[in-house]
């Protein structure tokens, strides 16, 4: 034991956790913890707003693989991270937020910046934990990093008030930490297993569809050798992009609303789905009678509470992704030899990617966009997306080898998360550049964020697809709401060139796909921070769309 403040502690235990970075915005509520800062040599990255920091600690993790750390003092400035939290806490990011609090003296009394963020946030994270004396803040910080990047990573919130920052005690700083009730599975059972190679080993017509829990747990090569294996195509929902290469015989791409052609036209032709770390969300199933109507479904995740939530399975696995797929590829494997490649089904697969890659190729159209930046990034390089119509189209024609190559907000679908993230993702990986696909609608809610790119020397690049309009709602408004448009139209925009130039970043505008690549490759030989301002047709749609309330099959190709 040893005598020191609860500030101290908070420090040494985030030391101990292997902490690097602090992004965050401080306040009064926090002032003995930045204090203590000063004898530490994790580096604060001071942010510009707390949603912008959060997302910084957000692309940290899943860059990483690390828990990301968010520090924001109390009132507005833990309110202020609640979208952040919610974002990564629905995409299964670690992400340790630690808020400052009113003295515990002053708690319900509504004082000056104070709020009840335990219940606020109850919904959005993980756990939540509000320490009570200054003794309890290792084992609360220490619990925090536990439960956020066990299991089913997640976002964890820990509440300190002033006083226990102060307030010296004999601290102990345990190197585990246990709870009832809580006792990650990631072993899966060894008879849920043999169930599903058998049916996997019988299947006629397997198909795979990967998500996000398939790139977590590190189970990409397991997944190709399985699929391959059973020459089963895969599909990937928006979390799982990078589970296969885009390039495999058997990828079938994104699934779901804007799925490619190949995954929309095959999935449901199944008799046989596996389903490898993926909850069914709406926007990859479409609707649910025209979602592999005939397959028998196979369900592995980590989580057990996303199994037969939303999509009965005949066979549950309950457990680390890798693992089952490890065990089932080696059950499969004593049941049925490996196939040939089956030509007919690559062919079909060829025709429908070809389908997909010329629905738009004017010069500027969003796909050539996207493939243009592509082409000007680095074989080993990572891209973010904000969220609107330059995400799906980033989805579905951003060519990746692997995972840990795109990273997007998926089930909050947070505008704005792109350009922050890109700076955490950035200080996690400073060897390899950093590209946000942006749309101005996305851009403009945090471009705030240049600042602390420019000034942390965290150079990252920033193309926004500029339409003039928030582009997804305007293309439902064309679709289905006979071209009423209401509330799309964005507040004048500045001129995002002059912009960039005035946070001391690059300022580019590019009207061809030439001037994109040019300027790319211009930002990452010079090490710059670069905004690339594309002007784009407000009227152009993403394609494939799935009408609201069809199925995978009933995909619009075109036409408004």
């Not at 062919?347 to 190729?361: G, M, V």
């Amino acid at each position: 034991m040893t005598e020191m403040t609860g500030a101290e502690a908070y420090v040494k235990a985030l030391e101990k956790e292997g902490v690097k970075y602090l992004f965050g915005v401080t306040g009064a509520a926090i002032i003995p913890i930045c204090d203590d800062l000063l004898k530490s040599k994790i580096r604060y990255i001071g942010g510009a707003h707390e949603q912008g920091s959060t997302h910084m600690a957000d692309g940290y993790a899943r860059v990483s693989g690390h828990p990301g750390v968010v520090q924001v003092t109390s009132g507005p400035g833990a309110t202020n991270i609640v979208t952040g939290l919610a974002t990564a806490q629905l995409d299964s990011s670690p992400v340790v937020a630690l808020t400052g609090q009113v003295p515990l003296s002053m708690v319900g009394t509504d004082a000056f910046q104070e709020v009840d963020i335990i219940g606020i946030t109850a919904s959005v994270t993980k756990h939540n934990i509000q320490v009570m004396e200054a003794v309890e803040i290792p084992h609360a910080i220490k619990s925090a990093f536990y439960i956020s990047s066990t299991g089913r990573k997640g976002a964890v919130l820990v509440d300190i008030p002033k006083d226990t920052q102060t307030d010296k005690a004999d601290m102990v700083f345990p190197d585990k930490v246990e709870f009832r009730g809580y006792h990650p599975n990631i072993e899966p059972n060894s008879q849920e297993m043999h169930w599903a190679a058998t049916l996997l080993a019988k299947a006629r017509r397997p198909v795979i569809i990967a998500g996000g829990g398939a790139i977590a747990s590190g189970a990409t090569m397991e997944l190709i050798e399985l699929a391959e294996m059973l020459q089963a195509p895969v599909a990937t929902s928006l979390m799982g992009k990078g589970a296969i290469p885009s390039n495999h015989p058997l990828s079938l791409g994104l699934c779901g609303m804007h799925g490619r052609c190949e995954a929309n036209y095959i999935v449901p032709e199944a008799d046989v789905l596996l389903v490898v770390g993926a909850r069914f969300s709406d926007r990859t199933t479409g609707s649910l009678r025209g979602f592999a109507p005939n397959a028998r479904i196979i369900h592995i995740d980590v989580d057990r509470s996303e199994i037969d939530k939303n999509v009965d399975s005949i066979t549950r696995i309950v457990g680390d992704a890798k693992l089952a797929i490890r065990g089932i590829r080696e059950k499969v494997a004593q049941q049925r030899n490996t196939g040939h490649t089956d030509e007919d089904l690559v062919k079909r697969i060829k025709e429908f990617k070809a389908q997909s890659d010329t629905l738009n190729t004017s010069p500027l159209s969003g796909p050539e966009v996207i493939r243009a930046i592509r082409r000007a990034m680095p074989p080993d390089s990572i891209v973010v997306t904000d969220v609107g119509q330059h995400q799906m189209w980033a989805a579905q024609h951003y060519d990746v080898r692997g995972p840990g190559e795109f990273f997007t907000s998926g089930g909050l679908g947070t505008m704005g998360w792109g350009t922050p993230a890109a700076i955490g993702a950035k200080a996690a990986r400073p060897d390899l550049p950093l590209l946000n696909i942006s749309g101005d609608g996305s851009f403009a809610m945090t471009e705030n964020n240049l600042a602390i790119a420019v000034d942390e020397g965290f150079p990252v690049t920033v193309v926004i697809l500029n339409n003039g309009v928030l582009g997804m709602v305007a293309q439902w408004q064309r679709l289905f709401y006979n071209r009423r448009y209401s509330t799309i139209q964005r507040p004048k925009h500045p001129d995002f060139v002059k912009l960039a130039e005035s946070y001391g970043a690059t300022g580019v505008k590019a009207e061809s796909t030439k001037q994109i690549e040019t300027a790319i490759k211009r930002s990452i030989k010079e090490k710059q921070t670069t905004v690339i301002d594309v002007p784009m047709d407000p009227e152009e749609n993403v394609y494939p769309m799935i009408p609201p309330g069809m199925g995978l099959k009933d995909i619009l190709l075109g036409g408004a």
